[in-house]
């Protein structure tokens, strides 16, 4: 029986965690709009931050190598309490504090009944517009290859 509820858990933890990382890509227009069709700025009430930070990038040479210190990246995380009792957490690379809010809103209006399908529509179009934009940025990029080759000499 336990083996079933971990089951359970670990596939809404995945959800979860797939939201919080959409969420993350979000951009605060994005997040603006959806809060305009929900209808409803929630009361929320920040459990912590929205507050701003330095973690450190590592990295690996040939993604197989030793582990190096890359550098370091400003990181911003909130986590806020709905009225209704929900907890969300948001975090997003750089430093805005009004993104990172609004994202730990919707995670926590995605733990709810009421406001699941809002969410799962606002990171679905957010997952869509960055699968584009990669898209996009890899056409660019090959556009610009270049393939280098080495002619060997013949024998004389």
Known sequence: MQTATRTVEGAAGMARKLRIERLAHATAEEMQDALANIGVMPDATNL??????????????????????????????????????AIGHGQRLGGDKTATRLAAIFDALGETTAHRAAVEALCTAVAARVEADDARRAAETAATRVDFFTMVRGDD
């Open 48 to 85: 912590r931050g929205p507050e701003t930070g330095l973690i450190m990038i590592r990295g690996r040479m040939g993604g197989t190598g030793s582990l190096f210190n890359l550098g370091e990246a400003t990181v911003t995380r909130a986590t806020v309490r709905l009225a209704n009792g």
